[in-house]
């Protein structure tokens, strides 16, 4: 060991010992999946956890497989919700970026035996793959590279694949030898869907047309029928207010159903061209559409919710509120089974609109965390609800309806037992952190959205930065920001004060409350408090970043970025006014704490990675793998034995601090 590497080596020693938590690591989570390298408890489940842009339900409706972009393609149990594979596609040499080729879509072919997976209009056109699923895994490429397209479809037979691509090109391919079979120029328009009909003879493309008549005017949607014994378009559809975003033959081949970004699902007459009638959604642009084999039932889905339809008198049959925002939804054959993807898979009974399986848990991101002090349980905020965790366990001990508007913030009082969350339009709730009873005092902001809360050390003071529609000015602006100061009356508080001040995402006191910082996306300003002058100024912090206080209240940390966009972690020495260190790249996009001894600082990644540094050099001393997402929150507690992370991927870990210290680094 060379005497460089030996201080280095004393420090996690001592660190480690100090942190040791004293009882063996647990391997698996509470339904016996394995728990990451150094964490001690998830809270939630990783059954179904993926933020997929596209799903795909098998044939025979035992497998579901999921698109999730950068991470490849899941392939999932689906009556355990265990994932049984992934693969990441590597892009081909052809000028495309390094790495994993992004996956938007999949499709099972009609015998299940082979899987596609392709990109999608938002993540590009990526080539498509066939992979073989017969065994019930990915086990790599099937053949020869078939392409590249936004967007394909099997033919019913299972012998064809079509794709489109935003060029306009359309091509089909033998899904046997990965062969070009034909290909078409699309004369107008840019494609995005694409759908064979039940006979296998037409194609139906959905289209981005620009506006000839008017071109100032945003472009409108159109679709094109082509024939392929022919390769010329046998129907062109015109009358979509918006982009086709999706296209579905009916059984007969005689209609074809549509979505579009305005909302609208319309079902056409194929042998006159007219629209037979449309159906409003009223919720956000349609992300996919589905037809039931007997011609019944259509299904649609956007960002906030499934809905079926009756495809006779196209009224709405059932609507199905999005648990997460879905990205695309599918139907078995039997019309009994519906499937969405989103930040979570999830399956449903098309009869009830109810869950097939569901697990306690947040739906949504993770956007805040604490540890009940004296109590073995944590409460974590995500979507419109607080649920509380007991530690020993992992499971689930109450879940709260508090109406939040994701994501906003949730704080615990100093005390411990008091808990701020954030209502619809702007309110403020209190509730008893023990018990989960509703606390009497609503702060109402009179504002659109509110962003940071934060106690003051003595918990006499709450500050809040808000949102708030102005009318239209001469400037133009449309908006204001405006710092909250709510001052404790009795068992509640009342507004102290407010005034206008650039929104800010990351409210903190430092614990000796002399000091307040407030983060903008580009800027952290210092304060003296209860003054309210400034005392520092930091250009340069990550988007969102929340900056914390080391325990004595001497230094600042929080993530920063370069001009190039390279993300670091800081610390700044409050005395000096000067940086005390910057941290090697680590991808800083989410919060950085202190550890109550002052001795470690914690970082957070958008790819789901958290990293120990030492608080006095800012050297890495550890990296923890286990989340798949963003990180908006960690916590250490109060003796700084264990690190809490909650994630975009909807669970929370606790981590040992003492067993990722001894790791090699």
């Not at 793959?129 to 099997?154: F, K, Q, S």
């Not at 094109?224 to 007969?252: E, M, N, Q, Y």
């Not at 989103?342 to 098309?350: E, Y």
């Not at 001469?474 to 929104?503: H, I, N, Q």
Request: aromatic residues 8%.
């Amino acid at each position: 060991m060379t005497r460089r590497a030996l201080p280095c080596c004393l420090l996690l020693a001592a660190i480690a010992l100090e942190c040791t938590a004293g009882e063996p690591l647990r391997r698996t989570d509470l339904y016996g999946d394995p728990l990451p390298k150094h964490a001690v408890a998830r809270f939630g489940t990783i059954r179904f956890s993926t933020d997929c842009g596209g799903v795909a339900l098998s044939p025979d409706g035992r497998l579901i497989a999921s698109a999730d972009g950068e991470r490849g393609i899941g392939l999932w149990d689906a009556q355990s919700g265990k994932l049984i594979s992934r693969v990441i596609p590597q892009s081909r040499p052809r000028g495309k970026r390094p790495g994993g080729s992004c996956v938007g879509r999949v499709a099972f072919s009609p015998d299940g035996r082979t899987l596609a997976s392709y990109g999608s209009p938002i993540t590009g056109g990526d080539e498509v793959r066939l992979w073989d699923v017969t065994t019930g895994r990915l086990t790599g490429e099937r053949g020869v590279e078939v392409g590249a397209a936004c967007n394909a479809a099997w033919s019913p037979d299972g012998r064809r694949l079509a794709g489109v691509r935003s060029d306009g090109t359309l091509s089909i391919w033998d899904a046997a030898t990965g062969g070009r079979i034909a290909e078409f120029k699309q004369p107008k328009g840019k494609p995005l869907c694409v759908a064979f009909s039940s006979d296998g003879k037409q194609l139906a493309v959905g289209l981005i047309v620009a506006n000839s008549s008017a071109p100032n005017s945003p472009p409108r949607g159109a679709i094109s029928i082509w024939d392929l014994a022919t390769g010329k378009i046998a129907r062109h559809l015109t009358g979509p207010r918006s982009f086709v975003t999706a296209v579905a033959f009916t059984p007969d081949g005689k209609r074809l159903v549509s979505g579009d970004w305005d909302r609208t699902v319309t079902v056409w007459d194929l042998a006159d061209g007219q629209p037979v009638g449309n159906m409003r959604t009223f919720h956000s642009h349609v992300c996919s559409v589905a037809v039931t084999a007997d011609g019944k039932r259509i299904v649609s889905a956007c960002s906030e919710a499934i809905e079926i339809w009756d495809a006779a008198s196209r009224k709405q049959v059932r609507r199905i509120p999005a648990h997460t925002s879905f990205s695309n939804a599918c139907i078995s054959s039997d019309a009994q089974t519906i499937v969405s993807g989103g930040l979570r898979v999830a399956v449903w009974d098309a009869a009830t609109g109810r869950p097939r399986r569901s697990w306690p848990g947040h739906l949504h991101v993770v956007a805040s965390a604490a540890f009940i002090p004296d109590v073995q349980r944590i409460v974590s905020s995500g979507g419109q609800t607080l649920r509380f965790w007991d530690v020993a366990t992992m499971r689930q001990t109450l879940c709260l309806d508090v109406r939040q508007e994701p994501p906003a913030p949730m704080v615990l009082a100093p005390d411990g037992r008091t808990l701020a969350t954030v209502a619809d339009r702007g309110v403020v709730k209190f509730w008893d952190a023990i018990t989960g009873e509703p606390l009497p005092g609503v702060l109402d902001h009179k504002a659109d959205a509110i962003h940071a809360l934060a106690f003051s050390p003595d918990g006499e003071m709450l500050v809040s930065s808000a949102l708030a529609s102005v009318p239209k000015t001469a400037s133009g602006r449309t908006y204001s920001s405006r710092l909250f100061y709510w001052k404790r009356k009795g068992d509640t508080f009342r507004k102290s004060t407010d005034g206008e001040y650039p929104l800010s995402f990351g409210i903190r006191f430092a614990p000796d409350q002399r000091k307040l910082v407030l983060s903008a996306a580009g800027l952290i300003r210092v304060f003296d408090w209860p003054e309210v002058s400034e005392v520092l100024r930091i250009a340069g912090p990550s988007a969102n970043c929340r900056p914390t206080f080391s325990p004595d209240g001497r230094l600042l940390a929080a993530g920063s970025r370069n001009k190039k966009y390279d993300h670091f972690v800081e610390c700044w020495d409050l005395d000096s006014k000067k940086r005390r260190w910057q941290s090697e790249q680590a991808d800083t996009m989410g919060p950085v704490v202190f550890s109550p001894n002052g001795k470690l600082v914690a970082s957070a990644d958008r790819k789901g990675n958290i990293y120990l540094w030492s608080a006095d050099r800012g050297k890495k001393l550890a990296t923890l793998h286990g989340h798949h997402n963003y990180i908006p929150c960690l916590v250490f507690s109060a003796d700084g034995k264990r690190l809490l992370s909650g994630s975009q991927d909807t669970t929370l870990l606790l981590w040992d601090v003492a067993s990722a210290l001894n790791q090699k680094t």
